[in-house]
């Protein structure tokens, strides 16, 4: 058996707007909802939904009616499930069907694409609890694998997922901890005894995810028999080639009129045209495989940036400021019984936010930008202070009104 198992990450943050000092106490709504603003939350789901979700669902639902045997394993944040349902219901009911199929699955995480794992565990419970319950409310499942925010991954992490009950856990396939073992195995993290632990091979999911598009790539243009070629290349090293991308990367990143859409609908026939071939889900590719190996990871790894660590969130003096004070905050916020503040302040740890303030240079500075709502990670991180002063003044208020 050779197997891809394609994992597709859905997620939209709620942005704060360029929210002045000035209005302090005076108006607490941070977040961009003005549609005829260019980064509004609402215009720029809409617009993604033309360009990326609504295209690249019809394609994933087309194929499974086509092909029994096509399957896709999906994250959902809910921060994207809370504008979906304003905004684009239809993606849901859509995503439900795919879903009782028995040909998507679910992947937990943290509803609010948050960091708290590193820097509350409580939190952290709190904001993956949402999100089960969540999924449970609308998909009728619970999620069997866990992904945690931007695929951070360590040897702690997989302990409490284990004690979790989860079946597996995703993480990068980096070389650095990889050494001479191939990311087409299915693992077992260290010291864990049932936990199966799935690693994306990045070099192939990054093929279309980043260098599809781009005609300065030596292999461009990339076409179905060539990456079938290197896939059946790749399966040398080992069954299973876990393609782990975002979901926008269709139609958004790389957009409609470079082929993506033409290149997936040609893949999926071709792959599954050969005897051996599958496609499985998250939670297949751990029941069908035993684990290889088992894989040590003390150090922090994510998906993101050269490094594949924490640093496009917390590598410089305002990212590490605006987490330390939003994180500092939490018993207080929760103590007030609040849902509104709560749900804002929750907002407010989602992990784009401290990305748009990554001072970083070159090719990593480019993308942080290319991802930004804001004209400069100074901008970002002023707004955000902003927004955390009536966050605290919300806080100073509701307290003297408890004392009544």
């Known amino acids: 058996m050779r197997a891809i198992c394609l994992y597709l990450h859905i997620h939209q943050p709620i942005r704060y707007r360029e929210y002045s000092i000035f209005e302090v106490g005076n108006n607490s709504n941070y977040f961009n909802d003005d549609y005829y603003n260019r980064q509004s939350n609402e215009r720029i789901f809409r617009k993604v939904t033309e360009k990326s979700y609504r295209p690249m669902l019809d394609l994933?639902?087309?194929?499974?009616?086509?092909?029994?045997?096509?399957?896709?394993?999906?994250?959902?944040?809910?921060?994207?499930?809370?504008?979906?349902?304003?905004?684009?219901?239809?993606?849901?009911?859509?995503?439900?069907?795919?879903?009782?199929?028995?040909?998507?699955?679910?992947?937990?995480?943290?509803?609010?694409?948050?960091?708290?794992?590193?820097?509350?565990?409580?939190?952290?419970?709190?904001?993956?609890?949402?999100?089960?319950?969540?999924?449970?409310?609308?998909?009728?499942?619970?999620?069997?694998?866990?992904?945690?925010?931007?695929?951070?991954?360590?040897?702690?992490?997989?302990?409490?997922?284990?004690?979790k009950g989860y079946k597996g856990i995703l993480a990068e396939g980096w070389d650095k901890i990889l050494g001479w073992r191939s990311p087409n195995y299915v693992y077992r993290p260290a010291g864990c005894q049932n936990l199966k632990l799935l690693l994306k091979n990045y070099r192939l999911s990054d093929d279309i995810a980043f260098r599809f598009s781009n005609r300065d790539w030596s292999e461009w243009p990339l076409t179905v028999p060539k990456y079938h070629n290197w896939l059946d290349m790749d399966c040398l090293r080992g069954p299973l080639v876990n393609l782990f991308m975002d979901f926008e990367t269709f139609g958004e990143h790389q957009w409609a009129d470079t082929g993506i859409f033409d290149f997936m609908n040609t893949l999926i026939p071709a792959w599954l045209g050969e005897y051996e071939n599958k496609f499985v889900t998250v939670s297949e590719a751990c029941d069908l495989m035993p684990a290889s190996d088992e894989i040590s990871m003390p150090e922090t790894i994510t998906w993101a940036d050269t490094e594949r660590d924490l640093s496009a969130w917390l590598s410089n003096s305002l990212q590490s400021a605006a987490m330390n004070e939003i994180y500092a905050l939490r018993d207080q916020i929760l103590a007030t019984n609040d849902k509104d503040l709560i749900r804002d302040w929750r907002y407010l740890t989602t992990s784009d936010h401290p990305y748009s303030m990554c001072t970083k240079y070159w090719h990593d500075g480019d993308v942080h930008a290319y991802f930004s709502a804001y004209a400069s990670p100074y901008e970002s991180f002023m707004y955000f202070e902003n927004v955390l002063r009536d966050i605290e003044y919300r806080l100073s208020t509701s307290a003297e009104e408890n004392k009544f």
């Open 60 to 163: 994933l639902e087309k194929n499974m009616e086509k092909y029994p045997g096509f399957k896709v394993s999906l994250s959902i944040t809910g921060t994207w499930l809370d504008q979906a349902e304003k905004w684009a219901p239809e993606l849901i009911a859509q995503i439900k069907r795919m879903v009782d199929r028995g040909q998507a699955e679910i992947v937990g995480e943290t509803y609010y694409h948050s960091l708290a794992y590193f820097y509350n565990l409580d939190e952290f419970n709190a904001q993956v609890d949402l999100h089960t319950h969540k999924i449970q409310e609308i998909f009728g499942v619970t999620p069997k694998i866990f992904r945690n925010t931007e695929l951070a991954y360590n040897d702690s992490l997989a302990h409490w997922a284990e004690a």
